[in-house]
Nanobody, 126 residues
Framework: QVQLVESGGGLVHTGDSLRLSCVTS????????MGWFRQAPGEEREFLAA????????IYQPSVKGRFTISRDNAKNTVYLQMNGLKPDDTARYYC???????????????????WGQGTQVTVSS
């Protein structure tokens, strides 16, 4: 049974940092690219970042590039999202997702991801 479990969310103030973690099980972690998405109430799910199976390449949504960093530890079957300079507009539920494949071509489309976690809430107060 494939499981993705996010953690690290919380209530922070403008300018603070958070590091989200996503621990996976039930899949061969190195066979998957990993991504992070977020969804605010009443909004569509939004792509944030993705990383190849070996961590060799990452892509970002322009609005978070330079503030957010995706990384992975294949020995721990875990993907991370370091978020710096948080703003109230970053308030959302954050999800990690797994995209089967070892291609260097990363996807920013949610429908192409095969497995999802339940999310972790991030709230940024002004």
């Amino acid at each position: 049974q494939v499981q993705l479990v996010e953690s690290g969310g919380g209530l922070v103030h403008t300018g603070d940092s958070l590091r989200l973690s996503c621990v996976t099980s039930g899949l061969t972690f190195t066979s998957y690219a990993m991504g992070w998405f977020r969804q605010a109430p009443g909004e569509e799910r939004e792509f944030l970042a993705a990383i190849t199976w070996n961590g060799g390449k990452a892509i970002y949504q322009p609005s978070v590039k330079g503030r957010f960093t995706i990384s992975r530890d294949n020995a721990k079957n875990t993907v991370y999202l370091q978020m710096n300079g948080l703003k109230p507009d970053d308030t959302a539920r954050y999800y990690c997702a797994a995209d089967r494949g070892t291609s260097p071509l990363l996807s920013d489309y949610a429908y192409e991801y095969d497995a999802w976690g339940q999310g972790t809430q991030v709230t940024v107060s002004s």
